[in-house]
């Protein structure tokens, strides 16, 4: 009987029987027949094995078994899959000698073909190695049949990094499956996130769902991505939950973290790896959008992702300096204005705010550019009601308070917005703040206030506000508000309880006086 490697099998080969050897990485029962997904170091392959609808076939045998089988190739949906016939553990010594083979072929194609950056950056080269093992992680992770969770801020930064990671997860899936779409579906899922961190909230629900698809289809434990989130202390509980259950995890954000140190802060203990431009001494102005788009070519550097990407997530994300310059150039040869993103970036921000925790991949790919033609119809329906909405986020209702140097302009967002409508409270002070900042002689402090939260805008030139030191002060003095929060130093949320909100006002107003005295 011929002997076939995985990556040779071919639709040519429908209905032939080869014999082949390789390392179960996968069990799952289905209502039907008994899948497995073998790995012989060329690449995956999946494989299914009938006795009786819902019962185990070849019990003897499970994940990490090295085996030989003789199977017949059929069609199965658009794709090959194999049917087994027979199947054997390998003798120790074959086992040995096969682990030491298929080993050295995973390591290979764990290394990365691509280990440059698509534009000249000082920050990304002071971060290459971060970049290096986390993309090693991903493909390591796809190798092993290990399911893959990417959690995202649900805005157009956190798409942004999100879309482009997510399209090289899939390419090299895709390659290492021999194309079986089955794998990205079972083995991959991407979930928005509303707060600015992993929160419990979304944890537990993330462990629901693997621990549902650990017992219903034999998946191993888990490795999460977390990007335009994960840095801050606010995140260590949900990290914690999900080690218990021995998950993986890595981070690629650019928020505040918190103290720094010899280039670690306190979530680098319950994280494998960690992109973010504070550690090596930079800003928020390395956007997660660049973060993810970067990444992305190291992981699989054939994805098809698009340089507007990073370009728009740098426009919406009010980034300055080269790292913006050189993607907007770059975006502006292939066709897209500035003007053209910012608009785009806008309807991303107001259709995640309405898919909420939904996936949503075939809808987001159109939008970020899988069918331009689609892009661009969207874009003419919604433009102008993005434009409509903002213009009627009710600004003159805005109270204003002079410091002297700076001025503090206060917005009750309940009052003021239709809950659950688009913009919500962080993007309709956005808008005032943007408004306010154009017609005033000073700088200012925007201030949208509930009885259970505020968000906080703030001029450039207000150096010594920091949302992060605002945020760690509640904390410190006001410890019974139940508060949680965080941000950029300029850009950021607090959320506490109703019996604490006129402690938190007092205490803000209290800030901002330090704040001005140190200007």
């Known amino acids: 009987m011929e002997f076939k490697f995985f990556k040779n099998i071919k639709k040519e080969d429908v209905g032939k029987k080869f014999e082949m050897i390789g390392r179960i990485e996968v069990v799952k029962q289905t209502s039907g ?20 609808p819902g019962v185990r076939a070849y019990p003897e045998v499970d994940i990490g078994d090295s085996v030989k089988i003789e199977a017949i190739i059929n069609e199965r949906n658009d794709g090959i899959e194999g049917e087994i016939k027979y199947l054997r553990k390998l003798t120790p010594e074959d086992k040995i000698e ?26 990304f080269e002071s971060q290459k190695d971060r970049f290096i093992k986390i993309a090693k992680i991903i493909r390591r992770a796809i190798i092993e049949g290990r399911p893959i969770l990417l959690r995202h801020n649900a805005d157009c930064d956190g798409y942004s990094s999100a879309i482009t990671i997510e399209r090289a997860i899939i390419s090299f899936m895709d390659k290492v499956s021999g194309g079986d779409r089955s794998t990205q579906i079972q083995n991959y899922k991407r979930a928005p ?75 680098d ?101 899988a069918n331009m033609e689609m892009q661009k119809k969207v874009l003419e329906i ?17 109270e204003k308070k002079d410091f002297g140097k700076f001025y503090l302009i206060s917005f009750d967002g309940e009052r003021g917005t239709f809950r659950g409508e688009y913009p919500a409270i962080g993007k309709a002070t956005n808008h005032i703040h943007k408004l306010y900042e154009a017609k005033m002689n000073k700088p200012i402090v925007t201030l949208t206030h509930g009885t259970t939260f505020m968000t906080i805008r703030v001029s450039d030139e207000i150096l010594p506000f920091s949302v992060p030191e605002f945020v760690q002060i509640v904390f410190k003095e006001l410890a019974n508000a139940n508060a949680n929060g965080g941000g950029h130093e300029h850009a950021g949320s607090v959320r506490f309880i109703e019996y604490a909100r006129e402690d938190i006002m007092q205490l803000f107003e209290k800030y901002l006086i330090e704040v001005h005295n140190k200007l």
């Open 98 to 123: 096969f682990e030491k083979k298929i080993n050295s072929l995973n390591e290979e194609k764990v290394e990365l073909t691509n280990t440059t950056f698509s534009i000249k950056s000082d920050y």
């Open 382 to 398: 919604l433009g102008a009601e993005v434009a409509c909405r903002y213009k009627a986020v009710a600004n003159h209702y805005a």
């Open 269 to 369: 203990k319950y994280i494998l790896a960690h992109i973010n431009p504070y550690l090596t001494g930079y800003d928020s102005n390395i956007c997660a959008g660049m973060l993810g788009y970067e990444l992305a070519r190291f992981i699989d550097e054939e994805n098809p992702n698009s340089v507007f990407i990073p370009a728009m997530a740098a426009v919406l994300d009010h980034t300055e300096g080269p790292e913006r310059d050189q993607y907007l150039e770059r975006a502006k040869r292939e066709g897209f204005t500035e003007e053209y993103l910012g608009v785009l970036g806008e309807i991303v921000d107001m259709q995640s705010h309405y898919f909420r925790f939904m996936e949503s991949r075939e809808f987001f790919d159109d939008l970020f550019g």
């Open 193 to 267: 996130s509303k707060a600015p961190f992993y929160e419990y909230e979304d944890s537990v629900k993330d462990i629901s769902n693997w621990l549902r698809d650990k017992n219903r289809l034999g998946a191993k434990e888990p490795l999460i991505i977390i990007t335009d989130n994960g840095s801050t202390e606010e995140d260590i509980l949900s990290m914690r939950q999900m080690l218990i259950y021995g998950a993986q995890i890595v981070v690629v954000d650019h928020h505040f973290p918190g103290t720094i140190t010899e280039g670690k802060v306190e979530v």
């Open 33 to 52: 027949p008994t899948l497995m997904i073998l790995n012989d170091g060329t690449q995956n392959f999946t494989f299914k094995a009938f006795v009786k």
